[in-house]
C-alpha cells in the first residue's frame, strides 16, 4: 500500500545533541512538507520542497535543517540550535496543492 | 497573504446531536480549502476538500461542509454524532504554492 512512513514514533534525546527524523513516502509525489505541532497551535511549517535537490523554509525553520536528494525521503534534523525541540513532528506529502496533503503517523520528539 | 480561523477550540456536543465546527479563510486568490481529523498520537487524515464547482462538498465519516465565499467561511457539519468522532479537526487553506496554512484546531468532545 502507498503511504508515508515516519521513523521513529517516539525519540528520546539529551540536550545539545542533533537529532534526524526520517520521512519515506512511495506515492510518488514531488512535493513534501515538515510540520511542527504543539497543544493549542495548530501545524506550523518548518520546511517544504517541491522537487528533488530543492527546498524551502517555511515559518519556523531556525534550529532545523532538511535534505531532499531523492523523491522518496524527505529527512529532518533537530539540531542544538533549537530552543525548545520537544514537539510532535509531522511530514506530509502531495502531488499538488489541490488533491490535499497526506500525513505520515507523526514522530513525538522528548528532549531532555 | 492565507490564514485560517477555528471558532472554538473545544467543542462538546452530545451523541446523535449535529456537531458545528466553525472554519474561516482569508485568501486574495481562490482558495483550495481542506479539513482534516486527528486521533490522539497519530496524523492527520483528510475528511474532504473544496478545490472547485459544487460548494457543499461530502467526506468521509458523513461529515460534510459547505464553502461560502461571501462569508468566507468553510463549516464543517455532521447530523448525527457518534461517539468515535472525537478527536481533533484542523481546517486548512491553500491557493497557488505548495504551501497549506492549518488552523489551531477544534477539539470535539462527544458526550453519551
Known amino acids: 500500500d502507498g503511504g508515508i512512513t515516519q521513523s521513529p514514533k517516539y525519540l528520546f534525546r539529551k540536550e545539545g545533541q542533533n537529532v534526524t527524523l526520517s520521512c519515506e513516502q512511495n506515492l510518488n509525489h514531488d512535493a513534501m512538507y515538515w510540520y511542527r505541532q504543539d497543544p493549542g497551535q495548530g501545524l506550523r511549517l518548518i520546511y517544504y520542497?517541491?522537487?528533488?535537490?530543492?527546498?524551502q523554509k517555511g515559518d519556523i525553520a531556525e534550529g532545523y535543517s532538511v535534505s531532499r536528494e531523492k523523491k522518496e525521503s524527505f529527512p529532518l534534523t533537530v539540531t542544538s540550535a533549537q530552543k525548545n525541540p520537544t514537539a510532535f513532528y509531522l511530514c506530509a506529502s502531495s502531488i499538488e496543492v489541490a488533491t490535499a496533503a497526506f500525513f505520515g503517523q507523526g514522530t513525538r520528539l522528548t528532549v531532555v | 497573504a492565507q490564514s485560517v480561523t477555528q471558532l472554538g477550540s473545544h467543542v462538546s456536543v452530545s451523541e446523535g446531536a449535529l456537531v458545528l465546527l466553525r472554519c474561516n479563510y482569508s485568501?486574495?486568490?481562490?482558495?483550495?480549502l481542506f479539513w482534516y481529523v486527528q486521533y490522539p498520537n497519530q496524523g492527520l487524515q483528510l475528511l474532504l476538500k473544496y478545490t472547485t464547482g459544487a460548494t457543499l462538498v461530502k467526506g468521509i465519516n458523513g461529515f460534510e461542509a459547505e464553502f461560502k465565499k461571501s462569508e468566507t467561511s468553510f463549516h464543517l457539519t455532521k447530523p448525527s454524532a457518534h461517539m468515535s468522532d472525537a478527536a481533533e479537526y484542523f481546517c486548512?487553506?491553500?491557493?497557488?504554492?505548495?504551501?497549506?496554512?492549518f488552523g489551531t484546531g477544534t477539539r470535539l468532545k462527544v458526550l453519551a
Open positions: 486548512a487553506v491553500s491557493a497557488s504554492t505548495y504551501k497549506y496554512i
Open positions: 520542497s517541491q522537487i528533488v535537490n530543492d527546498f
Open positions: 485568501s486574495s486568490v481562490p482558495p483550495y
